[in-house]
């Protein structure tokens, strides 16, 4: 399963006037099912460049697994940060 995710920016920064900072983030998600990859695309970050392109990976907490004693963790495969065909207000790209 496939979902796009759009953040709201942040709006104690200046930024927020033109279309804010998005960099941080932070969204929930429940009834996975085991078995079942999801892949889930943050459409409209607007920094050119992230650490994800050198490795740097999202950290996840699981409710279920801490229960078990897991904590945060880093997770995730073939993570990729790019330039998509999505526009801001004044015209500059979006990156995924």
């Given at each position: 399963l496939e979902?796009?995710?759009y953040?709201?920016?942040?709006i104690n920064s200046k930024a927020a006037q033109s279309g804010g900072n998005t960099q941080w983030y932070y969204f929930a998600v429940s009834n996975m099912e085991p078995g079942v990859?999801?892949?889930m695309n943050i459409v409209n970050l607007v920094k050119p460049d992230s650490l994800y392109n050198v490795g740097m990976r999202p950290?996840?907490?699981?409710?279920?697994d801490a229960s078990q004693g897991i904590g945060w963790r880093r997770v995730g495969?073939?993570?990729?940060?790019y330039e998509n065909h999505f526009e801001t207000e004044n015209g500059t790209s979006y990156y995924t």
């Open positions: 979902y796009d995710l953040l709201m920016p942040d990859e999801y892949k950290a996840l907490y699981s409710i279920h495969e073939r993570i990729a940060y």
